[in-house]
């Protein structure tokens, strides 16, 4: 059947091209060629009916497709393109705007604080918190003087940028504000400590809220002092640190909730040897995270007593005698931070954030 139609039909180009070039011949017999034509299409049909069908359709079938593809083809052409967002885009889309008080009292976006290098500063008080040696700053500070006491805390993030920067930040802002619609001058001590604890306590559920999608497991250290008179009165959750320091020595100081302050308890290793121990930077509680543990302390102060709160990247990093001999040879909070900032720069791989506060 193919054959046949085949031959035909070359026939026939054959024969219309030879009409086209002689124009006398295709005027003459142009009405018997098409009739000529037309009968042995009728015949070859009437004869081949079932077969020409088989070749029929399938071209059909061909053609629907082919008709079909460029149709999607087309379609994916006008289709309006999807906005490709880089990681940080997305998070930074997400993020829930947040304000900042400023040193004037007025409020910012968060976007406009270089956390890179935070500087705080209050009459007796003076804090920094430095990215030290990574790309983004995960620590936060406060430094407040509210009615009559200051306020200092020392926050360090945990989750990775812009989620333990969003936790270290979360704490202290929910911390300062609940200081400061809450504490009344005529508390007692143990009083303040149980609105210290209450303050933790909610700090500690509105990051476990947050804590969703890329932020999931974002948590944060926090480490507190409230001074009021010759009482100063610390909170502590993780492994941020006060210290007590008098005439050039540790009075006392917080104890870090991790995994080597229970080696130093257990007398395994030495505080000398927990700085340099791999596992050093294992926390066993902290806010935002299933286990939450808060100590509270209650320390008398002297007059040119110094109260010093740092991050992981001061004390892990700088021994104890350096920090110390620091603040023997400098009076001013401001030279004794900056001072203990650039030891700490040359030394740490951390955020570094130091506070201290001289008793007047």
């Known amino acids: ?83 490709i967002k880089t990681k940080d885009e997305i998070k930074k889309k997400e993020n829930i705007p947040k304000k900042i008080k400023s040193e004037e009292g007025k409020t910012m976006d968060s976007e406009t604080l270089n956390r890179d290098d935070i500087t705080l500063e209050k009459e007796w008080a003076y804090g920094r918190s430095h990215k030290g040696n990574r790309k983004h700053n995960e620590d936060y500070i406060l430094l407040e003087k509210i009615k009559d006491i200051y306020l200092l805390a020392v926050a360090d993030g945990i989750g990775g940028h812009n989620a333990g920067e969003i936790a270290s930040e979360m704490a202290l802002d929910t911390l300062e504000k609940f200081i400061t619609e809450r504490y009344r001058e005529d508390l007692s001590t143990e009083e303040i400590k149980e609105i210290l604890r209450e303050a933790y306590n909610l700090a500690h559920s509105k990051i476990k809220e947050n804590a969703v999608g890329d932020r999931t497991g974002m948590g944060t250290t926090l480490t507190t002092a ?27 100081r917080t104890k870090d909730h991790s995994f080597v302050q229970a080696l130093i308890d257990s007398g395994q290793i030495s505080e000398e040897k927990a700085m340099t121990h791999p596992m050093k930077n294992i926390i066993t509680s902290a806010l935002g995270l299933d286990e939450l543990q808060i100590e509270v302390y209650q320390w008398n102060l002297k007059k040119e007593d110094v109260l010093l709160l740092s991050s992981d990247g001061l004390h892990d990093y700088v021994n104890k005698e350096d920090i110390l001999n620091v603040l023997r040879s400098n009076e001013d909070p401001k030279d004794i931070v900056n001072e203990l900032l650039n030891i700490a720069l040359e030394k740490t791989k951390d955020n570094v954030s130091i506070v201290v506060y001289k008793k007047h």
Do not use: H
Not at 25 to 38: G, R, V
Not at 48 to 53: N, P, V
Not at 230 to 235: E, G, P, S, W, Y
């Open 1 to 83: 059947m193919k054959k046949v139609l085949y031959t035909y039909l070359l026939s026939s180009t054959l024969s219309i091209n030879y009409g086209l070039n002689n124009s006398s011949y295709l005027e003459s017999n142009s009405s018997d060629m098409i009739n000529n034509i037309s009968n042995n299409i009728s015949n070859i049909i009437g004869n081949y009916t079932i077969e020409l069908i088989l070749i029929i359709l399938p071209i059909i079938a061909i053609a629907i497709g082919m008709a079909m593809y460029f149709i999607i083809q087309k379609r994916k052409k006008i289709k309006p393109k999807m906005e």
């Open 226 to 252: 409230i001074i009021k008179g010759d009482k100063c009165i610390v909170a502590n959750c993780g492994d941020s640190r006060a210290y007590l320091i008098r005439d050039g020595n540790v009075i006392d």
